[in-house]
T-cell receptor, first 114, second 117 residues
Framework: KNQVEQSPQSLIILEGKNCTLQ??????????LRWYKQDTGRGPVSLTI?????NTKSNGRYTATLDADTKQSSLHITASQLSDSASYIC?????????????FGAGTRLFVKA | DTGVSQNPRHKITKRGQNVTFRCDPI?????LYWYRQTLGQGPEFLTY????????KSRLLSDRFSAERPKGSFSTLEIQRTEQGDSAMYLC???????????????FGPGTRLTVL
């Protein structure tokens, strides 16, 4: 069964600190892997998207990595800000589905405290 | 605002009633998706349109659920005879649908929060 598992479930860090969120998936083969940020009560917003042949992608203070051999991805947030408090969701699109039939992880809830 | 919009933002209904939600995608996007999200979980895929054609439906989409995109622009999601288990956030997303692309980014709307009493 295609699954996406994220850890930790929640995380509390101090403003200015770095953190790394993990995503393990069993989807294979896959077309792309994305990280989304979802503020409470809002729709998810895309942060990074990587194809199966890429192993890193950056977007400002966000850097995503992908290891297709171990089926793991991570999202590293540098110099966290209070506005980073949100859920971060890992999403994998299986190949041979047109890349649209996406499988979402449950997310990691990040709290950044002053 | 040229993003994805959804209406209403909140809907409270009694069990057994029918409800309809609307999604207006980004204007040049030909793909449109519906998802359902419950508290503490990631969104679950419900259905997908390429222009006006509904190309994929999840098994989560029971006979009480129907989605349309009659002119390939806005879409509606109707739930008939609502049940308490239907309470969730219903998210709509759209994408350009670049042919053969592996990186077709989906842009999400703010969602419609449904509460079934």
């Amino acid at each position: 069964k295609n699954q996406v598992e994220q850890s930790p479930q929640s995380l509390i860090i101090l403003e200015g600190k770095n953190c790394t969120l993990q995503c393990n998936y069993t989807v294979s083969p896959f077309s792309n892997l994305r990280w989304y940020k979802q503020d409470t009560g809002r729709g998810p917003v895309s942060l990074t998207i990587m194809t199966f042949s890429e192993n890193t992608k950056s977007n400002g203070r966000y850097t995503a990595t992908l290891d297709a051999d171990t089926k793991q991805s991570s999202l590293h947030i540098t110099a966290s800000q209070l506005s980073d408090s949100a859920s971060y969701i890992c999403v994998v699109s299986p190949r041979n589905t047109g890349g649209f039939k996406t499988i979402f992880g449950a997310g990691t809830r990040l709290f950044v405290k002053a | 605002d040229t993003g994805v919009s959804q209406n209403p933002r909140h809907k409270i209904t009694k069990r057994g009633q029918n409800v309809t939600f609307r999604c207006d995608p980004i204007s040049e996007h030909n793909r449109l998706y519906w998802y359902r999200q419950t508290l503490g979980q990631g969104p679950e895929f419900l259905t997908y349109f390429q222009n006006e054609a509904q190309l994929e439906k999840s098994r989560l989409l029971s006979d009480r659920f129907s989605a349309e995109r009659p002119k390939g622009s806005f879409s509606t999601l109707e739930i008939q005879r609502t049940e308490q288990g239907d309470s969730a956030m219903y998210l709509c997303a759209s994408s350009q649908g670049l042919a053969g692309a592996h990186t077709d980014t989906q842009y999400f709307g703010p969602g419609t929060r449904l509460t079934v009493l």
